[in-house]
């Protein structure tokens, strides 16, 4: 089975760098998502990591550490519209693609 | 090009009640996956399909089941309704050979009373 472990809520201010992190457990990796979710809206992909190591997209970096099982999604100069729910979900080895999701960090970032 | 599209966008039903939520994933995708996402948590997997087969089930009871059309969209059929089938659905498309690239519908609000 998988486990996947995530804060439940964060706050930061307007301007500011977040780091969300994610832990997981898994018999079997296969890649790392981060997907951002706005109350009432579809979940949408924000970073897919494989292997070892930080990227990079714009205002959003992911990174992944698959010996410690750990993964950090780090949001910089925050603006209002970063308030949302970021899913942490991981992908076993198989084949099937099928991503299992954490139970997602609410950020709330205020002025 | 439209993205993932569910239907219907709202819904009310009855416990003891049966309910169909439909899914038309983006053109050319053949994969299709069926999440829950309770208030407050993460998307749970519930169903996919490929290629009108089903190629993976979540924990869920047989209450629940679904089925892909020819045309790749999809049903998902949830029986006997319970107080706690109250969920966002949501439905999700990849396309071949596409390892990550899941698009989200915006999902089917069920409420049961």
């Known amino acids: 089975g998988q486990n996947i472990d995530q804060p439940t809520e964060m706050t930061a201010t307007e301007g500011a760098i977040v780091q969300i992190n994610c832990t997981y457990q898994?018999?079997?990796?296969?890649?790392l998502f981060w997907y951002q979710q706005h109350a009432g809206e579809a979940p949408t992909f924000l970073s897919y990591?494989?292997?070892?190591g930080l990227e990079e997209k714009g205002r959003f970096s992911s990174f992944l550490s698959r010996s410690k099982g750990y993964s950090y999604l780090l949001l910089k100069e925050l603006q209002m519209k970063d308030s949302a729910s970021y899913l942490c979900?991981?992908?076993?080895?198989?084949?099937?693609?099928?991503?299992?999701f954490g139970r997602g960090t609410s950020l709330i970032v205020h002025p | 090009d439209a993205g993932v599209t569910q239907s219907p966008t709202h819904l009310i039903k009855t416990r003891g009640q049966h309910v169909t939520l439909r899914c038309s994933p983006i053109s050319g995708h053949k994969s299709v996956s069926w999440y829950q996402q309770v208030l407050g948590q993460g998307p749970q997997f519930i169903f996919q399909?490929?290629?009108?087969?089903?190629?993976g089930r979540g924990n869920f009871p047989d209450r629940f089941s679904a089925r892909q059309f020819p045309n790749y969209s999809s049903e998902l059929n949830v029986n006997a309704l319970l107080l706690g089938d109250s969920a966002l659905y949501l439905c999700?498309?990849?396309?071949?050979?596409?390892?990550?690239?899941?698009?989200f519908g915006s999902g089917t609000r069920l409420t049961v009373v």
């Open positions: 999700a498309s990849r396309a071949d050979g596409s390892g990550y690239g899941y698009t």
């Open positions: 990591n494989v292997l070892d």
């Open positions: 979900a991981v992908r076993a080895s198989g084949g099937s693609y099928i991503p299992t």
């Open positions: 898994t018999s079997g990796f296969n890649g």
């Open positions: 399909y490929y290629e009108k087969e089903e190629r």
